[in-house]
C-alpha cells in the first residue's frame, strides 16, 4: 500500500502512443479496438497494438496510406511512419522499409 503523497509522485497521466514513437512497425502485427468517451460523453473507437505491454494508436490514416502500399508491395513486412504538424493539423507519412 502507498500513501497519497507516494501516488502522487509517482503518479502518470493515461496516455496512449502512436505508432509514430515505433522505429518500424511489422505488417503482421495483431490490432484491437478501443472505444473510450470525450469529455461531451460521446463513444470514439481507435486501433491499437500491443508491444511488450504498451499500447500504440494506430491512426486510420496510416491504415489507408498502407493499403495502397501494400497493393504495390505486398511482401512489405515492416514500415515506419513519420509525423508532421500537431492536433487537427497533424499527417503521417507511412515509409515502407526493405
Known amino acids: 500500500m502507498a500513501t497519497i503523497k507516494e501516488e502522487a509522485q509517482a503518479y502518470k497521466p ?22 473510450y468517451k470525450t469529455e ?15 499500447k500504440f494508436r494506430v491512426p486510420a490514416s496510416v491504415l489507408k ?12 513486412q515492416k514500415f515506419k511512419v513519420k509525423k508532421t504538424g500537431t492536433g487537427l493539423n497533424t499527417e503521417y507519412t507511412v515509409i515502407p522499409l526493405t
Open 40 to 54: 461531451e460523453g460521446k463513444d470514439f473507437t481507435i486501433k491499437v497494438v500491443e508491444i511488450n505491454g504498451e
Open 14 to 35: 493515461a496516455t496512449t502512443n502512436t505508432i509514430v514513437e515505433l522505429p518500424e512497425v511489422a505488417v503482421d502485427l495483431i490490432t484491437t479496438e478501443e472505444t
Open 65 to 76: 496510406a498502407l493499403k495502397v502500399i501494400l497493393e504495390d508491395n505486398p511482401n512489405l
